[in-house]
């Protein structure tokens, strides 16, 4: 019966961490965070040109990214997730003949108010015309709020 007890008293506590843990993204995502210091870690990215990209995350799961280059500025929405410490945001466009897809599929290993340390995979799709290339790199990357 004590072991019992103290297995049911070691998953509250590890539920407790978990949902604090989510709890705590959740509410400390909600704004507009810049990108910056992204490192390639394996594979293909094109993570770096994120660098100065700013990200929107609002309280629907919709997320805005927002670029400068060359004086235009360009927007992108998304949605993102959250599930424990991961977060996952999906971008998709479409535009006449070309479709892409970029997925973020990532772990916040360092939260506070205001900075998020991201590591994790990009997965991005474009299709044209019937033919299709997957770029997929692991990228490190800070998040800094505005």
């Excluded at 670029?67 to 998709?92: C, Q, R």
């Excluded at 006449?96 to 997965?123: C, Q």
Aim: aromatic share 6%; net charge negative.
């Amino acid at each position: 019966m004590k072991k019992r007890n103290f297995i049911i008293t070691l998953l509250a506590i590890a539920l407790t961490f978990g949902m604090a843990s989510c709890n705590k993204i959740e509410k400390t995502i909600i704004g507009t965070w810049v990108c910056g210091n992204t490192t390639i870690l394996e594979g293909e990215s094109e993570a770096s040109d994120f660098d100065g990209t700013t990200f929107t995350f609002n309280n629907d799961k919709t997320v805005i990214a927002s670029a400068t280059e060359d004086g235009e500025t360009f927007s992108l929405n998304g949605t993102y997730s959250i599930d424990g410490d991961k977060l996952n945001m999906v971008f998709e466009l479409a535009e006449g003949p070309v479709t892409s897809k970029t997925v973020f599929d990532m772990d916040v290993t360092k939260n506070s108010k205001t900075s998020l340390t991201l590591t994790g995979t990009t997965t991005s799709t474009m299709s044209m015309q019937g033919m299709e290339e997957t770029v997929k790199g692991k990228i490190k990357t800070t998040l800094t709020k505005k």
